[in-house]
């Protein structure tokens, strides 16, 4: 059963926060009543939305951090648990992409995304889980992706960064149930954000894209239920099964074809 109303009057620490769907999870969880700590790079941005934010009566407080940074984790602890904040939902969502043939493409970008995806997660992860078992109360989110089932040419890192998170979050999940703590990884598709602009992939593979607000909407309610992988899309969850019978060469090989840039 959904237990959304456990998030009422708790700080949850949202990476990723000023944009797409780490800003849907962010309304979504004042929704529920929890009180937000937002972090994200661009202040500007980040402190629009939490007056936004305050403006509906929801308490918030900003942690303007870059996770490409490996010592941007500690920053955050320091600023929240640090300063005496008792931090019960931790929410993975900061992230990027980059579309494009791997031999052709920025290798800081390419670095940016283990960096961002996988090393800064786990940094915050193991900063905050251990005052989690200690309470026996906490929920963590790790933000995965549709493509954390297959590997996929031309996103070749970011696919495998996603694997990466949602294997560590089923990892961590069992280990920290008896404690008390929830660990979900959300799995989306494609989403009305600005990963693909970002990851200058608009045109990958195109098709219609699901809202922000229906991913966090049910991302936050599989959380609450305690549930550890959530696909929030029926298309995504068949294929997602369906690549568990496919031969992995079949499945890149005809991906590959599709997404094959219009240069090549």
Known sequence: MENTQDFNGKWALVTGASAGIGAALARELASHGAKLILTA?????????????????????????????????QQIYDATVGAGL????????????QFGVFAESPAEQELSQVRVNCEAMVRLVRLFVPHMMERRRGWIMILASTASFQPVPYLTTYAATKAFDRFFALGLAAEVARFGVKVTALCPGPTESEFFEVARS?????????????????????LAQGKRTIIPYAAGAITAWLVRFLPVGLITSQIEKRARPSSH
């Open 41 to 73: 790079r661009r202040k500007e941005r980040l402190e629009s939305f939490a007056a936004e934010l305050k403006g509906k009566g929801t308490e918030v407080l900003i942690a303007i951090a870059d996770l490409n940074d490996p010592a941007a984790p």
């Open 86 to 97: 008792t931090v019960d939902i931790l929410i993975n969502n900061a992230g990027l992409g």
């Open 202 to 222: 608009e045109n990958f593979m195109p098709g219609g894209k699901q809202s922000a607000e229906v991913v966090a909407r049910l991302g936050v309610a599989a």
